[in-house]
């Protein structure tokens, strides 16, 4: 079994499933007691001036980003996250894979947080192509 254990929460990667690490998620997060949650709001693609690329893997980028920044504002940072979930417009398998690559950029040496892809066939703002809301906790 492929476990994580931070001061917040444990990634587990039970051997009963199959290893999703390469698709850039873990299967398990358990929260430990009394931790603060941080809630960040699906982020989209688009920067400070509201601009968005017209490039999947440019929007995907900003995201990360947009949940960094989010995530210093409350003091946190990506290893804070346990739980993603990532809507997808059009999702491909050139689409998750543009995605896992920059996710695995970001959590380089690190188990990666519990994940839900879901496709969608639009999002709030003509042409976001990619919108990703994440759940941190911290001591």
Known sequence: MNQLHTDAFQLINPDALY?????G?????I????????????????NK?????????Q?????F??????????????????V???LVVDHDADKL???????QSLWRDQAFPACTLIPVPALALENMQVEIEATAYTA
Request: net charge negative.
């Open 19 to 23: 290893d999703p690490r390469s698709n």
């Open 25 to 29: 998620y873990s299967h398990v997060a």
């Open 31 to 46: 929260v430990k007691p009394n931790m603060r949650i941080i809630h960040i709001a699906g982020q989209g693609g688009e």
């Open 49 to 57: 001036n509201g601009e968005l690329s017209e490039y999947f893997d």
């Open 59 to 63: 929007q995907v980028q900003q995201v």
């Open 65 to 82: 980003y947009n949940i960094q920044q989010a995530l210093a504002s409350a003091q946190a940072q990506l290893s804070d996250i346990a």
């Open 84 to 86: 993603l979930r990532i």
């Open 97 to 103: 894979q543009a995605l896992v690559a920059i996710m």
